[in-house]
């Protein structure tokens, strides 16, 4: 009798012993392998409590069309980028087809533009919606630029480029124009820091591979003026300046002076605003350039009989110099001392070209 029972009793040991050791091997087994798959109510295996790490978005760099502007990057050409939606190009009579933001459409509707150009990309930190402008000149380019971000200054970049951003809503709007390209960045960051700093590199990566252009005339002659602030403005017709913050340029009456200087899409007006201290008023400075001398002379003629026949507004406060060639030269500003030193300084400047 006692010997069953010690039998029964070092079986039953025997038993716990053997549990106990396959419990240890499979702790051991799991805490090697990490986690396992855990088996569902229904027997299929479920994945483990773990994170995965995200995919890397596949290139639609094979789709793009084949007259894709090479400005546009590749993925991976710029850090952290992959481009997502293939290039999709339309000539300047389809571009509503490309730009959906209202804003852009109106602007380049008053300029002269041969193309545009549109992709997405996607990096770890923000995705970018990319709407690339070819424009048929720079003034074209650097005009539609210049009303889409009103106080870009007068300066470039070292590079010649001009590079801003701005806060739209739940985006950031990054806007760079180069040579006769304009480009708009319209960036969802994931990352606020990361992200901006992200999509500026990419803006400035698809610039710097175009071809610069020399400064506009007017730039160039106040570039030693060296102003407080400066703004500069280039425009085919004068309708696009009312909506700008300016004190000056708020007052004009885009029709009449549309006529006066004939600005009937050809003609190109170059406007800066400089102000020598923070507190001075701007004095504005312009420059309208034509095809031909004798489009020049007419619009002086017919500016000079509108001042003659004013009543009083800014027409009191205007100065105009003579045609020099194709171009005509103007102010202004009530400071008709400075006004005049203005005007003959550029007198100066177009009469070397």
Same mark, same amino acid.
């Given at each position: 009798?006692?010997?069953?029972?010690?039998?029964?009793?070092?079986?039953?040991?025997?038993?716990?012993?053997?549990?106990? %050791?396959?419990?240890?091997?499979?702790?051991? &087994?799991?805490?090697?392998?990490?986690?396992?798959?855990?088996?569902?109510?229904?027997?299929?295996?479920?994945?483990?409590?773990?994170?995965?790490?995200?995919?890397?978005?596949?290139?639609?760099?094979? #789709?793009?069309?084949?007259?894709?502007?090479?400005?546009?990057?590749?993925?991976?050409?710029?850090?952290? *980028?992959?481009?997502?939606? $293939?290039? #999709?190009?339309?000539?300047?009579?389809?571009? &509503?087809?490309?730009?959906?933001?209202?804003?852009?459409?109106?602007?380049?509707?008053?300029?002269?533009?041969?193309?545009?150009?549109?992709?997405?990309?996607?990096? $770890?930190?923000?995705?970018?919606?990319?709407?690339? @402008?070819?424009?048929?000149? $720079?003034?074209?380019?650097?005009?539609?630029?210049? %009303?889409?971000?009103?106080?870009?200054?007068?300066?470039?970049?070292?590079?010649?480029?001009?590079?801003?951003?701005? &806060?739209?809503?739940?985006?950031?709007?990054?806007?760079?124009?180069?040579?006769?390209?304009?480009?708009?960045?319209?960036?969802?960051?994931?990352?606020?820091?990361?992200?901006?700093?992200?999509?500026?590199?990419?803006?400035?990566?698809?610039?710097?591979?175009?071809?610069?252009?020399?400064?506009?005339?007017?730039?160039?002659?106040?570039?030693?003026? +060296?102003?407080?602030?400066?703004?500069? *403005?280039?425009?085919?017709?004068?309708?696009?300046?009312?909506?700008? /913050?300016?004190?000056?340029?708020?007052?004009? +009456?885009?029709? !009449?002076?549309?006529?006066?200087?004939?600005?009937?899409?050809?003609?190109?007006?170059?406007?800066?605003?400089?102000?020598?201290?923070? !507190?001075?008023?701007?004095?504005?400075? *312009?420059?309208?350039?034509?095809?031909?001398?004798?489009?020049?002379?007419?619009?002086?003629?017919?500016? #000079?009989?509108? %001042? &003659?026949?004013?009543?009083?507004?800014? /027409?009191?406060?205007?100065?105009?110099?003579? $045609?020099?060639?194709?171009?005509? @030269?103007?102010? *202004?500003?009530?400071?008709?001392?400075?006004?005049?030193?203005?005007?003959?300084?550029?007198?100066?400047?177009?009469?070397?070209?």
């Amino acid at each position: 009798m006692r010997r069953a029972t010690t039998r029964r009793t070092e079986r039953a040991l025997g038993v716990m012993v053997g549990c106990g %050791i396959a419990l240890a091997m499979a702790c051991e &087994k799991q805490r090697v392998a990490g986690p396992s798959t855990s088996v569902a109510d229904d027997g299929t295996a479920t994945a483990p409590d773990e994170p995965i790490e995200p995919m890397t978005p596949r290139s639609a760099d094979s #789709r793009d069309d084949p007259a894709a502007p090479r400005a546009l990057p590749r993925s991976s050409e710029v850090q952290d *980028w992959i481009k997502t939606e $293939p290039v #999709r190009v339309a000539p300047a009579g389809q571009m &509503k087809s490309l730009v959906d933001d209202e804003e852009l459409a109106r602007v380049l509707g008053a300029f002269h533009v041969e193309r545009v150009a549109r992709c997405a990309y996607q990096s $770890p930190y923000a995705t970018a919606q990319a709407v690339l @402008v070819e424009a048929s000149t $720079p003034t074209d380019a650097l005009g539609a630029y210049s %009303i889409l971000v009103p106080h870009a200054g007068c300066t470039a970049r070292d590079d010649g480029s001009l590079l801003a951003s701005a &806060k739209r809503e739940n985006q950031l709007v990054v806007s760079a124009c180069q040579g006769r390209v304009l480009l708009q960045l319209y960036c969802v960051l994931g990352d606020e820091e990361a992200g901006a700093k992200s999509c500026e590199r990419l803006a400035g990566r698809t610039v710097f591979s175009v071809p610069a252009a020399d400064p506009p005339l007017l730039a160039q002659a106040v570039r030693d003026v +060296n102003p407080e602030q400066c703004d500069l *403005w280039l425009v085919r017709t004068a309708a696009l300046l009312r909506g700008l /913050d300016h004190p000056t340029l708020r007052r004009l +009456n885009g029709a !009449e002076l549309n006529a006066r200087l004939g600005l009937t899409g050809e003609a190109v007006l170059s406007i800066v605003s400089v102000r020598q201290t923070r !507190e001075s008023a701007p004095l504005v400075i *312009w420059l309208a350039e034509y095809p031909t001398d004798d489009a020049a002379k007419a619009a002086n003629e017919r500016y #000079r009989q509108a %001042i &003659k026949d004013a009543t009083g507004g800014l /027409d009191q406060t205007t100065l105009l110099g003579s $045609p020099r060639g194709r171009y005509l @030269v103007g102010t *202004w500003t009530a400071e008709q001392e400075t006004a005049r030193n203005l005007v003959r300084m550029l007198e100066q400047v177009l009469a070397q070209r």
